[in-house]
């Protein structure tokens, strides 16, 4: 058997059904073969042979301003892309224009949790630590209060202005997470949000009254107390923002896709961080997400190359991740050179691996850091047009 590829209505179809004796060119010069119909016909013949079709959608794609590949002379369908996701400050009419020329899906990058820049003209929203203090930044990340109303408004309009402004394929939400650093070897992992309007929640979810004059005491008996059920209201508040932004995406049109960019850590790593302190439950996300992006950028978080390929295997293992409500799951990979150089050999390698089962589809961070390294270039040229 050997995987072949035939281009249909614009996209490409992979199919791995044919003995290696059977030559596609025959079919393929034959005016049958440009009938969806018969088309349909040989695909559902190929899985009900007990082979499969695999990755009829594989998306290939760039993360960042994918426009620096323009300015570095080359072109998407050149180089075997098929989709880019593009920061929401990177966004234009003129990428849009372009990018559809190109016949490229166009995903947008939209920050959830940031908080940096709303927190100058709104300190109402910001986290609230154990000891009752506004919490630190976190390395170069600030996050904010998800409870905070106003805040949730805010998003919700920059979203639907981003939905009325272009043309898009989907919206993949970025740092959603609680306040905390999780892209450096040294993670930092504050508690919060310890400020009155989430404690005031929690007590209604919980249908409980936190006791305690002053936010450190409320704290301290709340972790000591009621940790687990703290834990899990955290991660609903998470999964009622992806709920209420799904809803705006689809507002605009229900063929969009909402995708979310998590921490790669696994549920057992750094005491559980993943959920108890960012308050990830990925088997929640995965009933409101359309596609899982874990970030497996091993050499920024000083893990081995095999780190993309362990991870994936994990993935296929959880029952959350299989069947057909499952979402799809597209890793994003280190491309950068941070903190030192990045081989294109493990380039190679990172992009192979995200590529393993259960994933349907990869992109590298970022466009811009490998616009102008040609070794990558080829590496991911020579990845991209060999799957098509
Ligand atoms: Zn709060």
């Given at each position: 058997?050997e995987?072949r590829?035939l281009?249909?209505?614009g ?5 791995e059904?044919?003995?290696l004796?059977?030559?596609f060119s025959?079919?393929i ?24 079709v ?5 998306i290939?794609?760039?993360y ?15 180089l ?9 400050v990177s966004?234009s009419?003129e990428f ?20 940096k ?7 109402e ?19 904010i ?15 639907s ?6 043309s898009?394929?989907g ?17 930092i992992?504050p ?8 404690i005031?929640?929690?007590e ?8 305690g004059?002053?936010?450190?005491e ?22 009622d ?32 961080a993943l959920?108890?302190n ?6 929640a996300l ?5 596609v ?14 095999s ?11 959880q ?7 499952a979402p799809k ?5 280190q491309?950068n050179?941070?903190?030192s ?9 990172v992009?192979?691996a995200?590529l ?11 466009a811009?850091?490998?616009?102008g390294d ?10 991209y047009?060999?799957n098509?």
């Open positions: 058997m995987a590829f281009s249909v209505a996209g490409y179809q992979r199919l059904c044919l003995p004796s059977m030559s025959g079919y010069t034959g005016p049958l073969l440009r009938n969806r119909l018969f088309f349909m016909v040989l695909l559902v013949s190929c899985s009900g042979a007990g082979t499969s695999q990755q009829p959608d594989l290939k794609g760039v960042g301003n994918p426009a620096a590949l323009w300015e570095a002379g080359y072109d998407f369908p050149g075997g892309i098929n989709a880019v996701f593009v920061r929401a966004l009419p849009v224009k372009r990018a559809r020329a190109e016949q490229v899906k166009v995903f947008v990058e939209f920050p959830v949790l940031n908080g820049t709303y927190l100058q003209a709104h300190p929203a910001w986290p609230i630590t154990a000891s009752g203090e506004r919490a630190e930044p976190a390395d170069w990340f600030m996050g209060c998800p409870t905070d109303t106003a805040f949730k408004s805010h998003r919700v309009r920059e979203l202005g981003i939905l009325t402004d272009y898009v394929d919206i993949f939400l970025d740092y959603f997470h609680w306040h905390a650093q999780f892209e450096t070897p040294a993670p992992l508690e919060t949000c310890f400020c009155n309007r989430c005031g929640l929690f209604q979810y919980g249908a409980l009254r936190v006791p004059s002053s936010t450190s409320r704290a301290a008996w709340i972790l000591a107390e009621q940790d687990s059920l703290w834990r899990k209201w955290r991660s609903a508040v998470l999964l923002w992806a709920t209420t932004l799904k809803q705006v995406i689809q507002a605009d049109s229900d063929s969009l896709m909402m995708g979310i960019f998590h921490c790669g850590w696994l549920p057992h790593e750094h005491k559980g959920y108890k960012l308050g990830i439950d990925l088997p995965a009933t409101v997400a359309d899982l992006s874990p970030m497996l950028f091993h050499q920024m978080k000083n893990r081995p190359v780190w993309v390929a362990d991870y994936m295997a994990w993935l296929g293992q029952p959350w991740a299989g069947g057909i409500s799951f597209w890793p994003i990979v491309g050179d941070q903190p150089k990045l081989s294109a050999a493990s380039f190679d390698t992009l192979r995200a393993k089962d259960p994933s349907s589809g990869v992109m590298p961070f970022s811009e850091s490998i616009a040609s070794a990558k270039l080829s590496v991911l040229r020579k990845l047009i060999a098509r």
